[in-house]
């Protein structure tokens, strides 16, 4: 597999998106199910397919990271081939990366769990959270992701009381700051948005401070062809002045709609 615009995944056209789903055939492993997203050749794959690989990359590094920096983590992951520029493995990778830049800044997880049981959980969460579930959900995998690992750092239950609503707040955070972006979707826009804004939260709500940089520059913009560029605060030729300064999240407070 193969694509440097974030397109079909088998031709390299773009994808069309559907309101209703519809019951589509995987190219690569035969399962029918109902999909919203076809590209426009009709070539269909399932989120099972697209991020299979890409989860496993995330997994195997993230075990033996040494980032204390969840971003820097990251960008090092996005690099690898295995990682497309949009798609569901992003909803793993966010959770990933928070779960072992905490550990690596001295982050202790409840019930005594160790990072590798931290990562296999946040896998097997994630992996429920299906691809497009930012446009079709009303709530972005990123988001989900690192609320899912707020999760697993505090022992949160449906039954908890305080941990419950720490997680509801980090996750609504990171969508409020989306929201603000607008659309359309970018998975590495989402995903740095993400863990800037759980990076303070953690510190804030946890005691445990991870790194995060000065500033994100996305050198993978070149392969979203739905890319803000300016708009977006990760864009690296955005011009900024005294008018545009991010906030503490590396983001601006209103939207380019």
């Keep these: 597999m193969g694509n440097a ?3 079909c995944l088998v031709c390299g056209a773009p994808l069309v998106y559907h309101a209703q789903a519809q019951p589509e055939t995987c190219v690569y492993c035969g399962t029918t199910e109902l999909a919203h997203a076809v590209c426009a050749e009709g070539h269909y794959v399932c989120d099972a397919c ?6 496993a990359r995330v997994r195997e590094l993230c075990r033996t990271a ?4 969840p971003i820097a983590l990251m960008m090092r992951l996005m690099r690898e081939s295995e990682i497309y520029p949009n798609g569901p ?4 990778l966010v959770g990933a990366a928070l779960l072992a830049a905490y550990a690596n800044a001295g982050g202790a997880f409840a019930r005594g769990m160790t990072l590798d049981q931290a990562l296999d959980e946040l896998e097997q969460r994630s992996m429920q959270v299906p691809g497009g579930s930012c446009g079709f959900w009303g709530c972005c995998g990123a988001a989900v992701s690192a609320g899912q690992a707020l999760s697993i750092i505090t022992g949160s239950t449906p039954y908890a009381s305080d941990e419950w609503a720490q997680c509801q707040r980090l996750t609504s955070l990171i969508l409020g700051r989306l929201a603000d972006l607008g659309g359309p979707r970018c998975c590495k826009r989402s995903s740095f948005s993400a863990g800037l804004v759980a990076v303070d939260y953690i510190a804030e709500t946890c005691g445990v401070r991870m790194d995060k940089p000065e500033r994100v520059t996305c050198p993978f913009f070149p392969r979203n062809a739905q890319c803000l560029h300016e708009h977006c ?4 030729q955005r011009k900024r002045d005294g008018a545009d300064e991010t906030n503490d999240y590396g983001m601006r407070e209103t939207s380019h709609a």
Aim: aromatic share 10%; glycine share 4%; charged share 45%.
């Design 50 to 55: 697209h991020r299979k690989r890409g989860v």
């Design 233 to 236: 605060p990760y864009y690296p």
């Design 89 to 92: 493995e992003h909803h793993t």
């Design 5 to 7: 615009k974030a397109n």
């Design 66 to 69: 040494e980032e204390r920096d």
